[in-house]
């Protein structure tokens, strides 16, 4: 059965700093993997998603890393500010045809201005 | 471009009672997902739809919860009779021709405490 785990749990960074969350899965068979942002009492936004043939995707200041054989992926976030504070969670597809995703526990980031 | 709909966005009820959760999702889209969002289990696919047919309902705990698709534009969760422990964050998701890795977008959910 397919585990996503992510470490740290909570996170609290001065503002301008850069930093790396982290994402483990336990089936390395998975068709893709996403990264979500969720904000209190708001639902979930997607970040990117990045594809089993890929090894990372960007966006902004945002680049995610997706090493398959290891069964872990990276969201680094580069001068990080005080609007992302949110809470980060990772996901893997490993419905195939299906978009079935698997989350993990979250990190709790707090920028701290 | 509105995004996926769900209502109410808050429901407190008493135990017993019967629970209608509603989601529009996005126009186009056809996937739709539910799932909930606890402290405890973190956040758990109950069902999805494609074109509006159930799929996959193995998420769901219990015969007491029940999930429709009338028509691409609109999905119900039920839960009847509720009980204390059905209280959660209950969140829509839909996303668009899966299979070609489209990422899912979600409600703001629907935050339920059953008392």
């Known amino acids: 059965k397919q585990e996503v785990t992510q470490i740290p749990a909570a996170l609290s960074v001065p503002e301008g700093e850069n930093l790396v969350l982290n994402c483990s899965f336990t089936?390395?068979?998975?068709?893709?993997l996403q990264w979500f942002r969720q904000d209190p009492g708001k639902g979930l936004t997607s970040l990117l998603l990045i594809q089993s043939s890929q090894r990372e995707q960007t966006s902004g200041r945002l680049n995610a890393s997706l090493d398959k054989s290891s069964g872990r992926s990276t969201l680094y976030i580069a001068a990080s500010q005080p609007g992302d504070s949110a809470t980060y969670l990772c996901a893997v597809n490993e419905g195939g045809a299906t978009n079935k995703l698997i989350f993990g526990t979250g990190t709790l980031l707090a920028v701290q201005p | 471009d509105a995004g996926v709909i769900q209502s109410p966005r808050h429901e407190v009820t008493e135990m017993g009672q019967e629970v209608t959760l509603r989601c529009k999702p996005i126009?186009?889209?056809?996937?739709l997902f539910w799932y909930r969002q606890t402290m405890m289990r973190g956040l758990e696919l109950l069902i999805y739809?494609?074109?509006?047919?159930?799929?996959?309902d193995s998420g769901m705990p219990e015969d007491r919860f029940s999930a429709k698709m009338p028509n691409a534009s609109f999905s119900t969760l039920k839960i009847q009779p509720s009980e204390p422990r059905d209280s959660a964050v209950y969140f829509c998701?839909?996303?668009?021709?899966?299979?070609?890795?489209?990422?899912?977008?979600f409600g703001d959910g629907t935050r339920l405490s059953i008392l």
């Open positions: 998701a839909s996303s668009f021709r899966t299979g070609v890795n489209q990422p899912q977008h």
């Open positions: 126009s186009g889209h056809d996937y």
């Open positions: 089936d390395s068979a998975i068709y893709n």
């Open positions: 739809f494609n074109n509006n047919v159930p799929i996959d």
